[in-house]
C-alpha cells in the first residue's frame, strides 16, 4: 500500500510539471497470527549482520551491513526498531554493527541527530 501511495505521489507531482527523482526505501510487512513482519531495504549482498533482540523470544530484528553501511533491517515484533531502520537507512546514516546489536543503544538517537542536522527528506 505505501509503495502505491508513493508511486502516486510520483505521479502527480509529475502531471504538475515537478521533475523530481522516485525514491524510496523499499519495505514490506506481514501480519501472520501473533507475529508481525517488517522488512526495510535490500539484504541481497550484505558482508555483516548483527541481532537485536531475541530470536528465542520472537522479538528480534536482523540488520545488515556492507561495507560499514546499513542496507536493510528485518524485524519480527520489533515495530520501534523498524520505524528507526527505515527512517535511518533513508538518510544513508548507520549505527555501527556493535551499537545495532546492542539493546541498550538507542537508535533513535541517531534518528533525532539525523533530524537536527537537516538530513530527513520532508516526504519521511
Do not use: C, H
Not at 501480519?31 to 541481532?51: F, S, W
Not at 551499537?99 to 538530513?119: E, I, M, P, R
Request: net charge neutral; proline share 4%; aromatic share 8%.
Amino acid at each position: 500500500m505505501q509503495n502505491a501511495q508513493d508511486q502516486a505521489k510520483a505521479a502527480g507531482l509529475a502531471i504538475a510539471g515537478a521533475r523530481a527523482p522516485y525514491e524510496s526505501v523499499p519495505r514490506f510487512w506481514s501480519d501472520q497470527y501473533d507475529v508481525k513482519l517488517q522488512i526495510v531495504g535490500l539484504a541481497g549482498q550484505y558482508d555483516r549482520q548483527a541481532v537485536r533482540g531475541s530470536v528465542d523470544d520472537g522479538r528480534f530484528s536482523v540488520f545488515y551491513f556492507r561495507q560499514g553501511r546499513l542496507v536493510a533491517v528485518d524485524s519480527v515484533n520489533r515495530p520501534g526498531e523498524q520505524m528507526a531502520a527505515r527512517r535511518l537507512i533513508a538518510a544513508g546514516i548507520s549505527p555501527a554493527p556493535e551499537q545495532a546489536a546492542d539493546a541498550s543503544f538507542d537508535l533513535k538517537s541517531l534518528v533525532t541527530a539525523g533530524d537536527k542536522a537537516g538530513a530527513w527528506r520532508a516526504d519521511l
